[in-house]
T-cell receptor
């Protein structure tokens, strides 16, 4: 299995909703990442988990809450988002000590 | 301030010809460089990478060249095919460790390549 999968593909949520994005990989990668990508912009790193521990938080607002329940799964819990949070949310994974990150297809999030 | 720059937002090439995509960086601590290809509504796909101790890496039709003194790298695609039409992102990384924290990838803004039949 050489894939990173993400669910859902699309999500529309109101500003008072609570929702979660899910990411899964079965490549044995021990680093997992969340990126945010706005239209016509490059991906921007949000969080890094290394061996299931949060190692990087790029000053992301607390309305985004990551969780890594095990080595294959990564969640992003969303609460009280703003319309400017609408973006493509990408999950990626990599092997320990390796630079190459492998990305999922992303979740297209729209906040109304 | 952008640490990784792709100054050409778009490039159009005839099928069979060479495509050359360019990337410049400012941070001399970057020690690894990667190219990703992205189709609309999909995540970036890893293409090819190069360590700062090398000046060239080749994989099939794709070759990446690194000029450290100029802080410049380029991706050559030969021959270009219509299926290569996509947005290409250059990314750079400084340092990874096996023990814990992983390197952050800094992406350029991307170059949209169109290969015409």
């Amino acid at each position: 299995d050489t894939e990173v999968t993400q669910t859902p593909k699309h999500l529309v949520m109101g500003m008072t909703n609570k929702k979660s994005l899910k990411c899964e990989q079965h490549m044995g990668h021990r680093a997992m990442y969340w990126y945010k990508q706005k239209a016509k912009k490059p991906p921007e790193l949000m969080f890094v988990y290394s061996y299931e521990k949060l190692s990087i938080n790029e000053s992301v607002p607390s309305r985004f809450s990551p969780e890594c329940p095990n080595s294959s799964l990564l969640n992003l819990h969303l609460h009280a988002l703003q319309p400017e949070d609408s973006a493509l949310y990408l999950c990626a994974s990599s092997r320990p000590g390796h630079h190459e990150q492998y990305f999922g297809p992303g979740t297209r999030l729209t906040v109304t | 301030d952008q640490q990784v720059k792709q100054n050409s937002p778009s490039l159009s090439v005839q099928e069979g010809r060479i495509s050359i995509l360019n990337c410049d960086y400012t941070n001399s601590m970057f020690d690894y460089f990667l190219w990703y290809k992205k189709y609309p509504a999909e995540g970036p796909t890893f293409l090819i990478s190069i360590s700062s101790i090398k000046d060239k890496n080749e994989d099939g039709r794709f070759t990446v060249f690194l000029n450290k003194s100029a802080k410049h790298l380029s991706l050559h695609i030969v021959p270009s095919q219509p299926g290569d039409s996509a947005v290409y992102f250059c990314a750079a990384s400084e340092g990874v460790s096996y023990g814990g924290s992983q390197g952050n990838l800094i992406f350029g803004k991307g170059t949209k390549l169109s290969v015409k039949p």
